[in-house]
């Protein structure tokens, strides 16, 4: 039995801080977080809500949980582990802590929330060839520092230069892309979740759709749709920003805030990157634009995401449900 959190508000995170026995400061270094905002969520009671990407920490850390934490999450929040004939209560959803329904899932072991892009054609590079890719799922937000934190943690792997030298990273970066990662950074990351980093057609056909638009939201040349250097706003955003945005598969930040690494090899050592940056012009945010980079670069303006063929997520969600 589990239970499942529709929208965690102060009152959920707290009884799971208590469910799980652990005080404050274990508590942020698990999800990734500061103490100072576990604190500010739990004082909030049910006014408060995190932000999506927090939301996501949160239901990782819940569906991971041993059964005697669920019991006791449950119990301290008046529920009951039970379901009908019927149909799963409104509140608790038992054995269905993973699927969120549509196209949409939560990964089973990063808790990322990944979106299916459907297999056929699409209009692939600036010449728009006809290019055919099986399923697959990707990750609707690039990886955030909250999301790199717990790899760390359960890994030891090392921590991004712009992180404090014995803990996580700054407060206010939790939800913006995690950078100064190299490629292998990234790719120990996609291994350690069971995913791999996006080929350049996979993220190119996630970015555009199928119809061969030159951005994510259509063919307008629209710098306010993305955080580019015409933004003015010289530094990384929120994974969440920019719903305009967002492409026809609801991905975000496929246009500007950070390049991201892909598994596309353009010569030995070098992999392609896709996406531009805060720190480009607009006129390189196109997603079928070329860039790459040596293996062992890291920078302020450089992240990644993850996918996996349908096939794999649905093996992985079966035998963790």
């Not at 408060?48 to 041993?66: F, I, K, M, Y």
């Not at 921590?159 to 490629?183: A, C, K, Y």
């Not at 967002?246 to 246009?255: F, I, L, R």
Request: net charge negative; charged share 20%; hydrophobic share 35%.
């Amino acid at each position: 039995m589990a239970v499942t959190v529709q929208l965690w508000s102060g009152r959920e995170i707290r009884a799971l801080r208590e469910a799980k026995r652990m005080s404050i400061r274990q508590f942020a270094a698990h999800l990734g977080v500061g103490e100072r905002l576990i604190s500010k969520w739990e004082a909030g009671g049910e006014k408060l809500h995190p932000r999506p990407v927090n939301q996501e920490a949160l239901d990782t850390c819940l569906a991971n949980s041993p059964e005697e934490v669920h019991i006791r999450f449950a119990d301290s929040l008046s529920l009951s582990l039970t379901s009908s004939a019927e149909g799963p209560d409104a509140t608790v959803t038992p054995g269905a802590t993973l699927v969120l329904g549509g196209h949409q899932v939560r990964h089973p072991i990063d808790g990322k929330l990944m979106t299916l892009v459907q297999e056929g054609v699409f209009l692939y590079g600036a010449g728009d060839e006809p290019i055919y890719l099986p399923a697959f799922y990707i990750d609707v937000y690039p990886t955030t520092n909250g999301d790199y934190a717990r790899f760390v943690a359960a890994t030891g792997h090392r921590r991004p230069q712009h992180w404090s030298r014995d803990g996580g990273p700054p407060e206010h970066l939790i939800d913006h892309p995690v950078v100064f990662v190299t490629w292998r950074d990234a790719a120990a990351y996609a291994e350690w979740a069971a995913k791999a980093l996006p080929s350049s057609q996979q993220w190119e056909k996630a970015s555009r759709g199928l119809r061969g638009d030159i951005y994510p939201w259509g063919s307008q040349m629209t710098s306010a749709k993305c955080n580019v250097r015409e933004s003015g706003i010289r530094q990384t955003t929120p994974v969440d920003r920019y719903h305009s945005g967002a492409s026809p598969y609801g991905v975000y930040d496929m246009c500007g805030n950070t390049w991201e690494w892909l598994s596309t090899e353009s010569l030995p050592g070098r992999y392609e990157l896709k996406g531009s940056a805060f720190t480009s012009p607009f006129s390189r945010a196109t997603p079928s634009a070329f860039n790459d980079a040596s293996a062992d670069m890291l920078d302020d303006d450089t992240s990644f995401r993850c996918v996996t063929p349908t096939e794999t997520l649905r093996a992985l969600l079966k035998m963790a449900g």
